[in-house]
């Protein structure tokens, strides 16, 4: 079984700013994946950024990036040179193989001109 | 754009009535998911279906069932609807062969019981 807590509800940043948005979890898996998905006020749900946990390298994606702590089964999210599209639900994510994903109950991040 | 489809986007229906939901996965993709997101229980996953069969269920109701068709394209089928089942449900799809890899979602249907 696998859980997922994010501890901060809401969040705000300056835009341009940088912001971390935390998220810790607990799995008996051995080989998994960690995920942050993006849901703007459209509910689309989007990819933000993958990490494999057997990978020690922080992935980064243009403007985001994480801190994979295996140890502390910690996995936040750096959100730099903050923008107003960045304004959406995000959430933490994890998974095992090819089958589902155990979502956090995700964070509201606001970006303010 | 996911690429993944779902239809209807919006769908209000009274209580103890039927509806279905209907996705297409992204092209080559063979894994079907199927989450509901509701304000109170978040985004929970329903089950999944990998080339046709049910490979693994979750938190779903037995009035809800659901099938993947020989085009690969997913049905998820509410019965006997309450007013808690009102929510987003979203269908994803993920490429086939590659553990670990990323889940598409599509728009989601945002279904209203009333």
């Known amino acids: 079984a696998q859980t997922v807590t994010q501890s901060q509800p809401e969040m705000s940043v300056q835009e341009a700013e940088t912001v971390t948005l935390s998220c810790t979890y607990d799995t008996s898996e051995s080989n998994y994946y960690l995920f942050w998905y993006k849901q703007p006020p459209s509910r689309q749900m989007i990819l933000v950024i993958r990490?494999?946990?057997?990978?020690?390298q922080n992935a980064t994606e243009n403007r985001f990036s994480v801190n994979f702590q295996k140890a502390a089964k910690s996995f936040s999210l750096k959100i730099s040179d903050s923008q107003l599209g960045d304004t959406a639900m995000y959430f933490c994510?994890?998974?095992?193989?090819?089958?589902?994903?155990?979502f956090g109950k995700g964070t509201k991040l606001s970006v303010i001109p | 754009d996911s690429g993944v489809t779902q239809t209807p986007k919006h769908l209000i229906t009274a209580t103890g009535q039927r509806v279905t939901l209907r996705c297409s996965p992204r092209s080559g993709d063979l894994s079907v998911y199927w989450y509901q997101q509701s304000l109170d229980q978040g985004l929970q996953f329903l089950i999944q279906?990998?080339?046709?069969?049910?490979?693994a269920k979750g938190n779903i109701l037995e009035r809800f069932s659901a099938q993947q068709f020989p085009d690969l394209h997913s049905e998820l089928n509410l019965s006997s609807l309450e007013l808690g089942d009102s929510a987003l449900y979203f269908c994803a799809s993920s490429a086939p062969g590659q553990g670990g890899g990323p889940q598409y979602f599509g728009p989601g249907t945002r279904l209203t019981v009333t």
């Open positions: 994510a994890s998974g095992a193989g090819s089958y589902q994903l155990t």
């Open positions: 279906y990998y080339n046709g069969e049910e490979r």
């Open positions: 990490q494999e946990a057997y990978k020690q």
